[in-house]
């Protein structure tokens, strides 16, 4: 596993690039990343990376230590909440709302060691690198994408190398799963009212004692006995880039419309195997909203 995000949290990882500045791009790479196949790393293998690239991911990684994290905020806020009480919380509620669960370094390794699984030669607790020029390619990628908008000056040049063998071989994002393809397809269409709707409803059902959280790791425990880690990352990285689309410009989902979408988008890709009444009210949210026009 790789810290906070992983294939059995993808959750978290959308929850996180639903906040972040590029996060359409960085689910447009990782939807890319997790089509790769042994021919396609072969070929990245062979791209030339940059002479300075290994100094310009030590200086990126530098830089991004200052990023603040929803956990170390949550810490920060509980300190400062013994003396200043609901004011502290109060004032950390749109910092932590923005602050990633996760950080940069554990996006690449989720990456490098989950999503490009198929990169790796394993055997007992042993791993190696089967194509190992071509996992730097596209953690590279990774990081110019995440970091665009704060140090362009050293992001860019690490992308280039991920870009040209994109452009070069025109590796397409894989297609959605026939399962959640009408969800999408209708999310990418909503409007700003049913997106707030679908916010609402879940709102709702956790003012009448239902749990998001028991509900979705019901779910999630689903993906994982079902072997569809990879189905359900695909799925929801779709997903979060029909939000994206449908969300009003300059502005970003709000945290229960995305965990609306992300309950509706996990339970369909294990309906078979759901109770039903979990699979109903992990669903409900976003489906009344979708359906509402």
């Not at 996006?107 to 607790?125: I, K, N, Q, T």
């Not at 390619?137 to 140090?151: C, H, I, K, M, S």
């Not at 050293?154 to 969800?183: E, F």
Request: proline content about 5%; glycine content about 4%; hydrophobic content about 50%.
């Amino acid at each position: 596993m790789s810290g906070v995000y992983s294939l059995v949290n993808v959750p978290c990882l959308v929850r996180d690039l639903s906040r972040h500045p590029r996060g359409a791009g960085l689910a447009a790479d990782l939807l890319r990343a997790a089509a790769l196949d042994p021919a396609a790393f072969s070929s990245l293998d062979t791209v030339r990376l940059a002479a300075d690239a290994a100094t310009r991911r030590d200086a990126l990684a530098e830089q991004m230590r200052v990023e603040p994290r929803a956990l170390q905020v949550l810490a920060a806020t509980r300190d400062m909440a013994t003396t200043s009480g609901i004011d502290a919380w109060t004032a950390a509620v749109d910092v932590l709302e923005a602050a990633p669960m996760g950080s940069l370094d554990e996006l690449v390794g989720f990456v490098r060691d989950e999503v490009c699984a198929a990169a790796w030669a394993r055997a007992d607790d042993l791993a190696v690198a089967t194509w190992p020029t071509a996992l730097d390619v596209v953690a590279d990628g990774v990081r110019a994408r995440y970091a665009a908008e704060l140090w362009p000056e050293i992001a860019a040049p690490l992308g280039r190398p991920w870009r040209r063998w994109l452009t070069a071989t025109r590796h397409a994002v894989p297609s959605v799963d026939a399962a959640v393809a009408d969800v999408v397809v209708q999310l990418r269409d909503a409007s700003p009212q049913q997106l707030q709707q679908a916010a609402q409803g879940l709102r709702r059902q956790r003012a009448e004692g239902w749990s998001w959280a028991i509900a979705m790791h019901d779910a999630c425990w689903a993906v994982h006995l079902t072997g569809r880690e990879t189905v359900a990352l695909t799925a929801q990285l779709h997903a979060l880039r029909a939000l994206l689309a449908a969300t009003p410009a300059g502005t970003k989902p709000s945290p229960d419309t995305c965990a609306a979408v992300v309950a509706a988008v996990h339970a369909r890709v294990v309906a078979d195997v759901l109770a039903g009444d979990v699979l109903a009210a992990l669903t409900a949210p976003l489906d009344a909203a979708l359906h509402s026009r």
